[in-house]
T-cell receptor
Framework: EAGVAQSPRYKIIEKRQSVAFWCNPI?????LYWYQQILGQGPKLLIQ????????DSQLPKDRFSAERLKGVDSTLKIQPAKLEDSAVYLC?????????????FGPGTRLTVT | AQSVTQLGSHVSVSEGALVLLRCNYS??????LFWYVQYPNQGLQLLLK??????LVKGINGFEAEFKKSETSFHLTKPSAHMSDAAEYFC?????????????FGQGTRLTINP
């Protein structure tokens, strides 16, 4: 079974530029998560989708971050404009459904460096 | 609100020695608790989880954890460390948000194994 795919794996941009990350979850998984992991910290949930609807985006900085999950499969996370403090690893995860008993499977992440 | 505290950002043990990674949680409701492992440049992988029932939980790679409600702890142990155990370990607590699961992670503990 293929895992969660993410691209690109690494990205370096200058502040005020825009960037987009892509995630392809495990086939059949209804729930998709985007996490931000700043160096030395645990992952922090940015947004959670159930199929193509948003369940939780309470910690998403909506003035600069946006995310979509068209057709309930792939998802993109965009930052525009980027700030220095956005430097982090962005992790995508998926689960069969949204209940606690469903394991979240994580992708390898995209490491973003903002200079 | 749920939160997690991992005691010690860096733990170093000798190969063959006992591994003990500490996690304390704060939760207003019976918690679901998790341990994840993250190898360099990879996503997170579930080691084990506690939901209900037996308080001693066994996971992959010889790890286990014990839920102690009176101490609000969920410490991770392994009797004999192996070089391949070197990684970052995250404790997490799950809370319900609008009917869905939300994971709140600790800041992580980096485990180093000395030959």
């Amino acid at each position: 079974e293929a895992g969660v795919a993410q691209s690109p794996r690494y990205k370096i941009i200058e502040k005020r530029q825009s960037v987009a990350f892509w995630c392809n979850p495990i086939s059949g998984h209804a729930t998709l998560y985007w996490y931000q992991q700043i160096l030395g910290q645990g992952p922090k949930l940015l947004i959670q989708f159930q199929n193509n609807g948003v369940v939780d985006d309470s910690q998403l900085p909506k003035d600069r971050f946006s995310a979509e999950r068209l057709k309930g499969v792939d998802s993109t996370l965009k930052i525009q404009p980027a700030k220095l403090e956005d430097s982090a690893v962005y992790l995508c995860a998926s689960s069969l459904d949204s209940g606690t008993s469903y394991e979240q499977y994580f992708g390898p992440g995209t490491r973003l460096t903002v200079t | 609100a749920q939160s997690v505290t991992q005691l010690g950002s860096h733990v170093s043990v000798s190969e063959g020695a006992l591994v003990l990674l500490r996690c304390n949680y704060s939760s207003s409701v019976p918690p679901y608790l998790f341990w994840y492992v993250q190898y360099p440049n990879q996503g997170l992988q579930l080691l084990l989880k506690y939901t209900t029932g037996a308080t001693l939980v066994k996971g992959i790679n010889g790890f286990e954890a014990e839920f102690k409600k009176s101490e609000t702890s969920f410490h991770l142990t392994k009797p004999s460390a192996h070089m391949s155990d070197a990684a970052e370990y995250f404790c997490a607590v799950s809370r319900a948000h609008q009917g869905a699961q939300k994971l709140v992670f600790g800041q992580g503990t980096r485990l180093t194994i000395n030959p």
